[in-house]
C-alpha cells in the first residue's frame, strides 16, 4: 500500500494525516481496464445439460514410444498397469467420473449427467483431464517401468463427446471394448507369426490380409495351438475403472475414560476406484452395477 499526508497548518501548528493512497494499477482497476473487451472473444463450450461427458484420451505417436521404451509385443503389461494407475490418479482427482474404461494406449472418462465440475465446459475439462494423465503417467512411470528410464515425456490428445441417453452411452462404451478385441486379436495372430513363425512383419501381414476373425483363431489354434479365449482378460477386454464402497478397518488410538489410552480397531466404509475386465457389451455388467448410470427419465 502507497501512503501519503495530508497537511494543513491551524495558526503556527502544522497538523498532518496519514492517509492511504490507491495503487495505480491495482487487480481490481485491470479487471474492468478498457482491455477487458478481449474476453468477448473467447469461445462458449458449454457443455449440454442432462447429457453425459466423455472426454477420450488418446496417446500420440506411440507406436514410435513404445518402440524406443522397448515394449513388449503383442502387450506390455507394465505399460497397460501405467495407463490404469494414471487413469486412476485422474478419477480420484474428478470424482464425478462414475465409470473410464481403457485399451491400448487410450482412455475413455465418462463424467456423470449431472456434473457441474468447471461449469461444464468442455475446454476446462478436457485439459484438466489431459494435463493430470499425462503427469501422473511421468509420475508413475518408474513404479512400472524401473529398468527403462523415461527418454522423452509422453503427450496425450483429447476430445469432448456428449451421450444423451444410457443406451448411447453403452454402445460408446461397446465400440471401445470391439476395437480392443479387434485390435489384439490382430496383434496376437500378427506378433505370434513373427515371434514363433518365423516370419518378418511384411510376411505377417501379408499373411493375414483379408482375413476374418475365425481365421485368426484357426491360425493361432492350428499352428501355434493357442486358443485366443484363454488369452488374458485384460488384453482381450482392456480395463475398466468404477467406484465401489469397500470396508476397510483402522486401528485408532482412543483415550479411554480412566484416561488410558488404547489402540481400538475401527471399521469404515470408504469408496474406491477398482478395476475389471470383464464384458461390458452384455446386460450383466450394468445389472451388477446399477448406480454408474442415471436415469434416463431424469
Not at 509385443?73 to 498397469?81: E, M, S, Y
Not at 463427446?161 to 500378427?190: E, G, K, M
Not at 483402522?250 to 466404509?269: A, F, H, Q, Y
Request: proline share 3%; with cysteine; aromatic share 12%.
Amino acid at each position: 500500500m502507497l501512503i501519503g499526508e495530508a497537511c494543513r497548518f491551524v495558526g503556527r501548528v502544522r497538523s498532518c494525516v496519514v492517509k492511504p493512497l490507491a495503487r495505480p494499477f491495482s487487480s481490481s482497476n485491470m479487471a474492468k481496464s478498457k482491455f477487458e473487451y478481449v474476453r468477448n472473444f473467447e469461445t462458449d463450450d458449454t457443455c449440454l445439460r442432462n447429457c453425459y461427458i466423455v472426454v477420450r484420451l488418446d496417446g500420440r505417436n506411440f507406436h514410435r514410444f513404445a518402440e524406443e521404451h522397448k515394449f513388449t509385443k503383442p502387450n506390455d503389461d507394465r505399460a497397460l498397469g501405467l495407463m490404469s494407475r494414471s487413469a486412476r490418479s485422474v478419477m480420484e482427482e474428478l470424482e464425478d467420473i462414475v465409470i473410464a474404461y481403457g485399451q491400448s494406449d487410450e482412455f475413455s472418462f465418462v463424467f456423470k449427467r449431472t456434473s457441474t465440475w468447471f461449469k461444464r465446459r468442455a475446454s476446462k475439462l478436457m485439459t484438466h483431464v489431459a494435463s493430470q494423465f499425462s503427469s501422473s503417467y511421468v509420475f508413475y512411470w518408474k513404479e512400472f517401468f524401473d529398468d527403462q528410464p523415461l527418454l522423452y515425456p509422453p503427450s496425450f490428445d483429447g476430445r469432448v463427446i456428449l451421450y444423451p441417453s444410457n443406451r448411447n452411452l453403452r454402445d460408446y462404451l461397446s465400440w471401445r471394448q470391439a476395437d480392443c478385441h479387434i485390435n489384439n486379436l490382430y496383434n496376437t495372430v500378427f506378433w505370434t507369426l513373427v515371434q514363433k513363425g518365423g516370419l518378418t512383419t511384411a510376411q505377417a501381414e501379408d499373411r493375414l490380409k483379408g482375413t476374418l476373425a475365425a481365421d485368426k483363431n484357426e491360425i493361432l489354434f492350428s499352428e501355434f495351438d493357442i486358443n485366443y479365449n484363454n488369452e488374458s482378460a485384460l488384453h482381450r477386454k482392456g480395463t475398466t475403472l468404477i467406484w465401489e464402497k469397500r470396508a476397510e478397518t483402522v486401528t485408532k488410538r482412543m483415550k479411554l475414560p480412566n484416561e488410558e489410552e488404547k489402540d481400538v480397531s475401527v471399521s469404515r466404509s470408504r469408496r474406491r476406484v477398482q478395476a475389471y475386465h470383464y464384458d461390458i457389451i452384455g446386460d450383466q455388467f450394468w445389472e451388477e452395477h446399477p448406480d454408474i448410470l442415471e436415469d434416463d427419465n431424469c
